[in-house]
């Protein structure tokens, strides 16, 4: 099901309409599809669809749904970690200087070492580059069931993983209809102290109108520094509140707020200066402009 999102229009130089919600998240032992935070939907160069959050030890995996309601081309980069290389002096101007001369001094070895460079880039593990120690999975709902179509841990040589690759490029073509994305931590991963902000970004086509950005408030478990177990699920059943198949209370409270809250409030201007975010998301939105600016 699409969100609906609703409030004043905000207009930028560009010609895009920007938006933007709030979502709760949910700690590890209540993440299932059944729980799944809605994206909305994306459509053929029309809407282009970002989420900004952020995995730790006490809450590794997220699961978003969106609709896709267009069939064609889709891409959805993941980019993480910190952003202070953001303060490194920007040398680019003078390496692409360099290059030309080294271009017109000898182009056929210009041209040779050009050429090694492609095959190690072939190489490089796509989502190492972008988004290290994180998976991404992909489902579409097919007849009623969530099937996996992609898989960025998958082997080298698997259709899953050519999938997730392609996805990470924009080369898969996808059809329109309801579609799952989980995101975690790879097994074995050690996991920064503070966590790991990181942002994804959703696209049908090459350009787009609409602008959607959806924030992801932490888990209880983050806040709290601690992982709920079955166990405490059991606990919770036993006062008779909810069954061990219902998701936790806490939870169940986050979604009572958050009908109540309304679904989305229009961005204000400032809102992808990173300068302009709070402390407590200020790895987050450093993270969503990097993204931007890809």
Known sequence: MSVNISGVTNKDDSGHYSWEKTVADVNNIDESFATARDLGYTRLNYARVTTVSSLDKYDSKDIYTIQLQSNGNLSIVMKSGDTSDDKVLDLSKYEAALEDVKRSLDPAGYAQKELEKLKEQEKLDVFEESAPGLYMKVYMVQNGRQVLIADSTAEADSKLRKNAEDIMTGDYKAKKGSYYIETGYKEGTEVPKDGTPYALQILQGKTFK??????????????????STQKDMELTASTGAYGTTAISAAYAAQIQAQSSAGLATMLSDGYLNMASMTSKTDKASQLFSALLDV
Do not use: F, G, M, Q
């Open 210 to 227: 609409h602008d959607y950005i959806t924030t992801e408030t932490k888990s209880d478990d983050s806040k709290n520094k601690k992982i």
